[in-house]
């Protein structure tokens, strides 16, 4: 196979939260190589090449700057999928990999569907030997069945299929990818297999040092995806399930969670108590975890992992329960403030968010809610909610009201619920929030970010998760 000794053309199918910021960084870092960022999304494409940086289609911290340097340089964005295919060496599928909606793993099982078509576009339209990497999150195994299919086409060319699992979270995508921890490349281990993880390496080594790149086998580099997040969303399950038992015994939760988190073999990340996590790894990993234990009898493994996501739907229930219970059992007719619909700060995805949960469960008791987040649209909650299908969208628009302006969001209510912990929510003029409010004022703090003595001493009643 004619594998190069230095990559100078990089095409990366899938222009979404990962591969969007990956691309970018790598052609900041490389500006030797020409990275093109191709998408089917006609719409996604020309806001990444919006000349107005506030208007690309991921808000991330620091990402407009990186985007900023090298866009134009050597960082394209394209709807012409064959033309940067034909010219790459390297290939990075980044496509979405969502949970099965038919069929056989419904509801478990990832969708593959987007990766099989990338793979037979690749297949068909490739003129030369090209290295193909998966960024997107798959069940392990799934290299194997993009080579087969690669292969397939019975052209006179090879590839060889690299898994290189992305590990950014969120809302710290540019410092996540400027300071990785690790990068994990998973390849075959024959003469071309090295070859071709080592070119990888390289392209990571303009900025990383080489202790930081690990390098294993196709089949552990995908399954390490799958189980770092799972751990990563079990410790949140984990610190959850205690929040609950806190509130009976007396105990705060934080204080467990400093105490525990103190302790170096514990370590202090992720303890953080919330409503639930959210975004779109966590529960679709895990389902997909669970259904490969599944598929090979493994029903211990299987049950022991989903309960990380029982307890996780548990924890948005409880805090809906709280609010309904807490307002006197009924809250029909009551204006209720939603601060916060994204899965977490200081990004615009609300893929899985908590807020969505609870906010159908309070519509569902028929409160009018009034929504504020700093960076989602209006058009996007709506979404969220109708996707659910739980009732008509016609009576969404009548109960749900989305507002530009927090203190509009708070004006009138009887109660505020704080489900995203957005850094500005700390910041607001709450004497003011207490003044404009229906009393008695409550405030349900679903991610324990506000300052609880402040808010009782102006005499709200609140409600902190893990607190009696
Ligand atoms: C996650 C992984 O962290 C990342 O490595 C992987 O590549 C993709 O999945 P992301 O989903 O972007 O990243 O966000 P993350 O910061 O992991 O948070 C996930 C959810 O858990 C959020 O809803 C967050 O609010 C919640 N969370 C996190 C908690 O509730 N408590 C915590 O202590 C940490
Ligand atoms: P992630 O969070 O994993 O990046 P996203 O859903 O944000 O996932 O992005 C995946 C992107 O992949 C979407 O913009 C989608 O349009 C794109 N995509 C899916 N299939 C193809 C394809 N066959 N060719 C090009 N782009 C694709």
């Not at 030797?32 to 191709?38: C, L």
């Not at 297999?193 to 089949?219: F, M, S």
């Not at 090979?296 to 709280?322: H, P, S």
């Not at 009576?395 to 509009?408: I, K």
């Amino acid at each position: 196979m004619n594998i190069p000794k230095k990559i100078k053309n990089i095409c990366c199918i899938g222009a979404g939260y990962v591969g969007g910021p990956t691309m970018a960084v790598i052609a900041q870092k490389c500006p030797e190589i020409k990275v093109t960022v191709v998408d089917i999304n006609e719409q996604r494409i020309a806001a990444w090449n919006d000349k107005i940086l506030d208007n690309l289609p991921i808000y991330e911290p620091g990402l407009s700057e990186v985007v900023k340097e090298a866009r134009g340089r050597n960082l394209f964005f394209s709807t012409d999928v064959d033309k940067a295919i034909v010219e790459a060496e390297m290939v990075f599928i980044s496509v979405n990999t969502p949970t099965k909606t038919y069929g056989v793993g419904k509801g478990m099982a990832a969708d593959l569907k987007y990766v099989e078509l990338c793979a037979r576009q690749i297949a068909k339209v490739s003129t030369s030997d090209k290295i193909v990497v998966e960024k997107s999150t798959l069940p392990v195994r799934t290299a194997q069945s993009i080579k087969t299919i690669l292969d397939a086409e019975g052209k006179d060319i090879q590839f060889k299929v690299l898994s290189n699992p992305e590990f950014l979270a969120e809302g710290t995508a540019i410092e996540d990818l400027h300071h990785a921890d690790r990068v994990l490349i998973g390849g075959d281990q024959d003469v071309d297999g090295l070859k071709a993880i080592q070119c990888l390496v390289e392209i990571y080594a303009h900025w990383l040092t080489k202790e930081r790149i690990l390098t294993t086998n196709v089949w552990s580099s995908e399954l390490s995806k799958l189980t770092a997040n799972a751990f990563l969303a079990q410790r949140v399950s984990s610190i959850n399930a205690i929040s609950a038992l806190c509130e009976h015994t007396g105990a705060n939760v934080d204080e467990i969670a400093n105490a525990i988190g103190a302790d170096s073999r514990i370590g202090s990340k992720f303890l953080k108590a919330s409503v639930g996590f959210g975004g779109s790894c966590f529960q679709k990993d895990i389902l997909n975890l669970v259904y490969i234990a599944r598929s090979y009898g493994l029903e211990e493994v299987a049950d022991y992992w989903n309960q990380v996501i029982i307890l996780n739907d548990y924890q948005k229930r409880r805090f809906a329960e709280t609010v309904v219970n807490t307002l006197f059992n009924t809250i029909s007719g009551k204006k209720i403030a939603v601060l916060g619909w994204a899965f977490k700060k200081d990004t615009n995805d609300t893929r899985e968010s908590a807020a969505i949960y609870v906010a159908d469960y309070l519509l569902n008791e028929q409160a009018e809610l009034m929504v504020y987040d700093p960076k989602v649209k209006p058009e996007q909650i709506y979404a969220d909610l109708d996707y659910l299908n739980t009732r008509s969208e016609e009576e969404n628009r009548r109960l749900l009201t989305v507002v530009t302006n927090p203190y509009e969001a708070m004006d009138d209510a009887h109660a505020v619920t704080i489900l995203t912990e957005w850094d500005e929510f700390k910041n607001y003029d709450w004497k003011k929030v207490y003044r404009g409010m229906k009393k008695p004022a409550f405030v349900f703090d679903g991610r324990n970010v506000l300052e609880n003595e402040l808010l009782k001493s102006i005499g709200f009643l609140t409600f902190n998760l893990g607190r009696s």
